[in-house]
């Protein structure tokens, strides 16, 4: 069965020197309550991808933002969640509004873009590897 696609960004202060990502707390589902991922959602039938995350960041976060380079799962769909979802993941800064709790979200938090603070967030688990990634191309300078 084709995985479900998810979309979401990694929000950082800066494409070109990013130093803070920006993590967003769940509130639903009660298994996902309290965990925290990269805002974002599924995709709508008929939209593209990179579409998709403006508009969930605009729904949730109140949002517009331009959109750097992809952070690269293992397969075309991403990074796969679970049995049944994948998820892309682009960079994004902020073009527009503040980020707010809007929709799903109860706390955001800008994290410095450092191994120890990151890791010491309770993302939901299948989020660890993206986290990583993001490390590694911030690291790199492939944000963008
Ligand atoms: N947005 C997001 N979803 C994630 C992450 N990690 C992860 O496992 N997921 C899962 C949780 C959900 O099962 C699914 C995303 O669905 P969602 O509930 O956020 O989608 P949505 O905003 O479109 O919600 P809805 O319209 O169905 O209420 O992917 C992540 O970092 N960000």
Not at 3 to 19: G, N, R
Not at 26 to 46: H, S
Not at 58 to 64: K, N, P, S
Not at 102 to 112: F, I, N, R, T
Request: glycine share 8%; with cysteine; net charge negative.
């Amino acid at each position: 069965m084709p995985y479900k696609q998810i979309v979401a960004a990694a929000i950082v202060d800066s494409l070109v020197a990013p130093t803070k990502l920006l993590a967003a707390r769940r509130t639903a589902p009660p298994a996902l309550a309290g965990m925290w991922e990269f805002p974002g959602g599924k995709l709508e039938v008929g939209e593209e991808c990179t579409e998709g995350v403006k508009r969930e960041l605009r729904e949730e976060l109140g949002i517009e933002v331009e959109l750097g380079s992809e952070i690269f799962g293992p397969i075309p769909e991403g990074w796969v969640l679970n049995e049944s979802a994948a998820m892309r993941v682009w960079f994004a800064q902020i073009t527009g509004g503040v980020p707010d709790t809007l929709e799903d979200h109860d706390q955001l938090a800008w994290v410095e873009l450092e191994k120890q603070a990151l890791e010491a967030l309770s993302w939901i688990p299948a989020d660890f590897p993206i986290v990583r990634a993001v490390l590694a191309d911030t690291m790199a300078g492939a944000t963008r």
